[in-house]
């Protein structure tokens, strides 16, 4: 069955700092995507990346990257010299059919920057 | 271009009545999926509608029914409510099916049961 994994469940640094949140994902398909979404304090989940399983690019998007790596089953996203406000909620997802392309969710790293 | 919105934000029940939540999609986008997020359970999706048909559904019981309008405009229903239905409900609309279509969030409705 497909699953996905954040095994950080916090993670709290200093402003400036830079920090990984990690995803580990499962899936029986070769066809699959995954996902990073954030979830501010307000509650509504915003979309950040999605990548297709046979799209092995890394990705910059001014301070955030996605590491994506086949071999280890990891999506992991970076977020260079934090602020104040990426403080929020981070899920990771997969879509696969399996699920009916409907989204699997990871259990959320919530991270917490500090001035 | 107006975001996806959801009705109510706040929702206070007691057990054993049922409740009704309104999600309307960005304008254009055809499909709504409804998500339960619990701190205990997590994100877990309930039911996907599309062209007013349901395409898929997720682990939960009966009680929990949706419907899609022509307009796109979808309902969640929640009969004999459970302490346990307590959550924040969250709507989400994508312009076609698809597993590589972004699917657009809500603010959600947070239901509170007693």
């Known amino acids: 069955a497909q699953k996905v994994t954040q095994a950080q469940t916090e993670i709290s640094v200093v402003e400036k700092e830079d920090v990984t949140l990690d995803c580990v994902y499962e899936?029986?398909?070769?066809?699959?995507?995954l996902f990073w979404y954030k979830q501010p304090p307000s509650g509504e989940l915003v979309f950040l990346i999605r990548r297709n399983s046979f799209d092995e690019q890394n990705e910059i998007s001014g301070r955030y990257s996605w590491n994506f790596q086949k071999s280890t089953s990891s999506f992991n996203f970076t977020i260079t010299a934090s602020q104040v406000v990426d403080s929020a909620v981070y899920f990771c997802?997969?879509?696969?059919?399996?699920?009916?392309?409907?989204?699997?969710w990871g259990a959320g790293t919530k991270l917490i920057i500090k001035p | 271009k107006a975001g996806v919105t959801q009705t109510p934000r706040y929702l206070i029940k007691t057990r054993g009545q049922q409740v009704t939540l309104s999600c309307s999609p960005i304008?254009?986008?055809?499909?709504v999926s409804w998500y339960q997020q619990t701190p205990g359970q997590g994100l877990q999706f309930l039911f996907e509608?599309?062209?007013?048909?349901?395409?898929n559904k997720g682990n939960f019981p009966g009680r929990f029914s949706g419907r899609q309008f022509s307009n796109s405009r979808s309902e969640m229903n929640v009969s004999t409510l459970e302490l346990g239905d307590s959550a924040l409900y969250l709507c989400?609309?994508?312009?076609?099916?698809?597993?590589?279509?972004?699917?657009?969030f809500g603010p959600g409705t947070r239901l509170t049961v007693l």
């Open positions: 997802a997969l879509s696969d059919l399996d699920s009916n392309y409907q989204l699997i």
């Open positions: 899936t029986r398909d070769t066809t699959y995507y």
């Open positions: 304008s254009g986008h055809r499909s």
């Open positions: 989400a609309s994508s312009l076609e099916t698809d597993s590589y279509n972004e699917q657009f």
């Open positions: 509608y599309f062209s007013e048909t349901q395409r």
